[in-house]
């Protein structure tokens, strides 16, 4: 190889190395943001669960209280 093409492959192999890096970076910061994600999913579906368990709740205890309003009604 001469000279001049030596220069160049080494000029185009540190330029691909320089992608992959950046490469590289942007990998790990989806990896970070992904991990992010699916945290804060598992935290909303917990919290989702609650909501509907105390949602269930509240329903039962309105219709509880339907039920002794309308036999309040029937006895009175």
């Known amino acids: ?3 001049n093409t ?13 992608r992959v890096d ?4 942007v ?5 970070d943001e992904n991990r992010t994600l699916k945290q ?3 935290a909303l579906t917990a919290e989702r669960a609650t909501l509907l368990q105390k949602n269930e709740q509240v329903r039962a205890r309105v219709e509880a209280m339907i039920g002794r309003l309308k036999a309040m009604e029937q006895s009175g």
């Open 27 to 31: 990998c790990d910061t989806l990896q």
């Open 6 to 18: 030596t220069a160049k492959f080494e000029n185009e192999l540190k330029r691909l190395e320089q």
């Open 1 to 3: 190889m001469t000279e």
């Open 22 to 25: 950046a490469l590289v970076k």
């Open 40 to 42: 804060r999913q598992d």
